[in-house]
């Protein structure tokens, strides 16, 4: 099994900044793809940022170029550094991965941004 642990969410002030983290442990050789997706209250999950063991990334277009999105492929951890945050950044925000076509989710962190 795959086991992701987020960290890193909390109350932020709009144009702040935070940093999430995600570690994946458990079975997690052959990793293809590890990134973020957020629920906004009352609203879908939608994809945040995500990238590649190889280092593709993929953005919202929401958050270009106030997110910038890495991953450590020797610790299995992917980060998520987001500035100049507004008040619609508030989600909950949840890590994935993807390995051998399936995904695995991790229990999300809440992200709150007051203006």
């Known amino acids: 099994q795959v086991r992701l642990v987020e960290s890193g969410g909390g109350l932020v002030q709009a144009g702040g900044s935070l940093t999430l983290s995600c570690a994946a442990s458990?079975?997690?050789?052959?990793?293809?793809?590890m990134g973020w997706y957020r629920q906004p209250p009352g609203k879908s999950r939608e994809l945040v940022a995500d990238i590649t063991t190889g280092g593709i990334t993929k953005y919202a277009d929401s958050v270009k170029g106030r997110a910038t999105i890495s991953i450590d492929n020797t610790k299995y951890t992917v980060s998520l550094q987001m500035n100049s945050l507004k008040p619609d950044d508030t989600a909950v925000y949840f890590c994935?991965?993807?390995?051998?076509?399936?995904?695995?989710w991790g229990q999300g962190t809440q992200v709150t941004v007051s203006s």
């Open positions: 994935y991965l993807e390995r051998l076509r399936r995904d695995y």
């Open positions: 458990g079975s997690i050789l052959l990793i293809n793809t």
